[in-house]
């Protein structure tokens, strides 16, 4: 069990790494419609994975427990969208392909705030992971590691197209190649570091285990619609992240329902 909960905890992180690392092999920007195919795909990812790794398993442990089957999940999903409407409203950062940076106001650099955007979005989905692998520990509703790990798989495989997505832009900015992959790593720590600060407050979140379900699924989403598909359909190619979204959601639910 310890060795599927440590790969559970380090698969997105890996991911992220290893996208971060094309800034050592790749010696031009990712071509645009290969960015937005990316985005895409990132997109279609984290939305089946909001919907059958998070919100679903919200409803069953809700069912189970003899409460309203919806309202842990609407109100954890509304409560996660918000909240990260509150921290992208006041922590500065900058989207990639801006020039206005959000949130408020501060003398921080370029590069920063590119990395505080990328890391803003992979709290939830560390937070994610954690979540479904702390309720498959605690033998919740439908929940199992098999689960969890193809969550954190999923995860992963977005990741990796994420990190070159990032760590780019920033070897332009930076103009080292080491700067720029070790602010694209740094940028995932924060996902098994929430996934293991969720699993080991488990016997103090258990009781509202849905609702945190719900919660980094409203998270997540807020990120998509936010951040990745707005900057997925920007310019030319918006047809090419259309299908990355189909690809990468059909692909999560793939994972999701032959592991889970």
């Known amino acids: 069990m310890f060795k599927e909960i440590a790969v559970g905890l380090l698969l997105p992180f890996i991911g992220t790494s290893l996208g971060a690392a094309m800034v050592f092999l790749l010696k031009d920007q990712i071509a ?17 994975a909001s919907v059958w790794s998070l919100l679903l398993p919200a409803m069953d442990m809700a069912a189970e427990s003899g409460g309203v089957v919806w309202l842990p999940a609407v109100v954890g999903f509304l409560a996660g969208m918000f909240s990260l409407l509150l921290f992208d409203t006041l ?4 989207h990639l392909d801006s020039q206005e940076p959000e949130g408020v106001k501060s003398g921080l650099g370029r590069s920063t705030m590119l990395f505080l955007s990328v890391t803003l979005h992979n709290i939830p989905e560390g937070m994610a992971v954690g979540v479904v692998l702390a309720g498959a520990l605690n033998g ?4 199992t590691v098999a689960g969890a790990l193809a969550l954190s798989l999923g995860i992963a495989i977005q990741n990796f197209p994420e990190g070159a997505i990032v760590s780019m832009p920033l070897k332009e900015s930076i103009g080292s190649r080491w700067k720029s992959f070790c602010y694209g790593v740094a940028s995932g720590v924060v996902e098994p570091l929430a996934a293991l600060l969720t699993i080991l407050l488990i016997e103090w979140i258990e009781p509202i285990l849905p609702f945190l379900l719900a919660f ?29 979204v189909a690809i990468g959601f059909a692909l999560m639910m793939l994972l999701d329902v032959a592991l889970g």
């Not at 922590?91 to 900058?94: A, D, G």
């Not at 699924?217 to 990355?244: D, K, R, W």
Request: no cysteine; proline share 4%.
């Open 32 to 48: 645009s419609w290969l960015q937005k195919l990316l985005l895409g795909f990132a997109s279609g990812v984290m939305m089946a």
């Open 91 to 94: 922590v500065p950062h900058l």
């Open 140 to 143: 919740s509703a439908g929940m």
């Open 216 to 244: 980094a699924a409203g998270a997540m989403i807020y990120v998509v619609v936010e951040e990745l598909i707005p900057e997925s359909q920007e310019g030319h190619h918006s047809n090419i992240a259309t299908i990355g």
